[in-house]
């Protein structure tokens, strides 16, 4: 198993000042990575860097919703700290808001977040992870498009599109680049600001989240995990007779932190 370690490069976490981006910057860093935490507020960032320890965390405001800001913090990123190895794209909106009350300005304003901070994030990390062969990038997902939630319309267009993002990445660049994996991770229902107020800590969500960014195994490219464990693809009809003559049972991956 091919495991990421401090000396494979940076880290870079995006929405990393708060909620889960900053449970998952500071579990990083206390693994000894040096973590790169991008945030739309500075105060918000140099709380999590007073959490993670100053020689390890490093905040580099952007708003992910915009392109050129987060091309600025990754050519920052690059040029003080070094080649980046990992990133998560974390950093979400989840307005909350019925339809009736979004405007077509609104509703892409979240998409430019949700969907387009992922896009934004993701070529800027490539840029190294391309010219290596190797790296990592984690999208924290949700199965919002699959059961949108009312006044969810927004968020759950821009995650669900992220998801497809997932695989579309994977379809451009798996057979040419096998050493960089991409998958998506779903952390559960969380006690965040975005979350429920009898959610699971954040903290507990990012020991998951962290042990299955660090690890680059190939073989985890397209694998999708909710929690601590894998949620395995449907299979047809076809597929489940196989799997029953080849006395074949699939059994779902679990991470351990």
Not at 184 to 190: A, Q, T
Request: one cysteine or more; aromatic letters at 6%.
């Amino acid at each position: 198993m091919t495991q990421l370690t401090p000396d494979s490069g940076i880290a870079v976490v995006t929405g990393a000042g708060s909620g889960l981006g900053r449970a998952m910057a500071i579990e990083l860093a206390r693994r000894g990575f040096t973590v790169a935490g991008i945030g739309r507020r500075r105060a918000a960032l140099e709380e999590t860097r007073a959490m993670a320890g100053p020689d390890r965390f490093h905040p580099y405001p952007a708003d992910v919703a915009l392109p050129e800001e987060v091309a600025q913090a990754f050519a920052r990123i690059r040029a003080e700290r070094g080649r980046i190895a990992l990133l998560i794209n974390n950093a979400a909106t989840y307005p909350r808001r019925d339809l009736l009350d979004e405007s077509a300005e609104s509703f892409m304003a979240t998409v430019a977040a949700n969907l387009g901070g992922t896009v934004a994030c993701s070529r800027a990390a490539l840029e190294d992870m391309v010219e290596t062969g190797r790296g990592r990038i984690l999208n924290v997902a949700t199965f919002a498009d699959l059961a949108p939630l009312p006044a969810s319309a927004a968020y759950s267009v821009s995650k669900g599109a992220a998801r497809i993002f997932t695989r579309a990445l994977i379809a451009d660049l798996g057979d040419r680049f096998p050493g960089i994996v991409i998958g998506d991770w779903m952390p559960g229902m969380l006690k965040t600001q975005m979350g429920i107020p009898d959610g699971l800590p954040p903290e507990q969500a990012a020991a998951w989240g962290v042990a299955l960014a660090v690890n680059a195994d190939p073989a985890l490219t397209g694998a999708v995990f909710e929690m601590d464990r894998e949620i395995l693809p449907p299979r047809g009809l076809k597929g489940r007779l196989k799997d029953l003559l080849l006395l074949r049972r699939r059994r779902p991956r679990r991470i351990l932190p």
